[in-house]
């Protein structure tokens, strides 16, 4: 008795799902690694810089604006360059959050374990309240693996009630270690150079809050 056309093609089935399932696994895209600008200390680095559980409580406050980005970095995926001009989105390497809110982020967590004052950004607030407004636009975030990592940017500091504080440009570089492939030393560099951009405007608003004038700082 000869076997049906149908039991014939139920092993030829299988066979053909069984290596459609196989080279479907093979182009299955490998998992996705999340990074964020936060080091998980809050406190800058420096000789200005106070411990988040030693900072006295301040009697001000700071409002910290959402930083702007250059909308070439500003994606969920990091960019990085590779050298004449060439840029890489990198879809296996993103940001724990949008670019322009880790930055955020990281300033708001930094100035607040500096000057042990609240961000009360969005938040209502006792009238008679002196609050330092904090703004950052972030003009250069640039990230090379295994060389370096570079940040530049302009940031203001207004008094409210009163006037602008200051208005100051920070530009830096920090060098980036190697890695299998670079992406968390060059995060590592940019974490640094964030760390450094808050302590400067850390170390305005104190300055302004003591009662002196605040400079730019080289």
Avoid at 80 to 101: F, N
């Amino acid at each position: 008795m000869t076997r049906s056309p149908r039991r014939r093609a139920k092993p030829l089935a299988g066979a053909v799902l069984a290596a459609l399932a196989l080279t479907l696994a093979g182009c299955a895209s490998p998992p996705s690694r999340f990074y964020t600008l936060t080091d998980g200390t809050g406190t800058p680095t420096g000789s200005a810089a106070t411990s988040g559980a030693n900072a006295p409580a301040a009697r001000y406050a700071v409002e910290v604006s959402p930083v702007a980005v250059p909308e070439q970095v500003d994606r969920p995926q990091i960019v990085v360059t590779r050298g004449g001009g060439h840029v890489d989105i990198l879809e296996e390497s993103r940001w724990a959050a949008p670019l322009k809110t880790e930055l955020t982020s990281a300033i708001s967590r930094n100035l607040t374990q500096h000057l042990g004052a609240m961000d009360v950004y969005g938040l209502p607030r006792a009238d008679g309240l002196t609050v330092y407004r904090v703004s950052t636009s972030v003009q250069r975030f640039e990230s090379v693996p295994g060389e370096q990592a570079a940040l530049t940017a302009v940031w203001s500091v207004r008094r409210v009630p009163g006037d602008v504080v200051l208005t100051c440009r920070f530009a830096s570089t920090a060098p980036a270690s190697v890695g299998a492939d670079g992406i968390d030393g060059v995060v590592a560099a940019q974490r640094q150079l964030v760390d450094r951009l808050a302590l400067g405007i850390g170390n305005a608003i104190a300055t302004s809050a003591q009662g002196a004038t605040p400079h730019c700082e080289r």
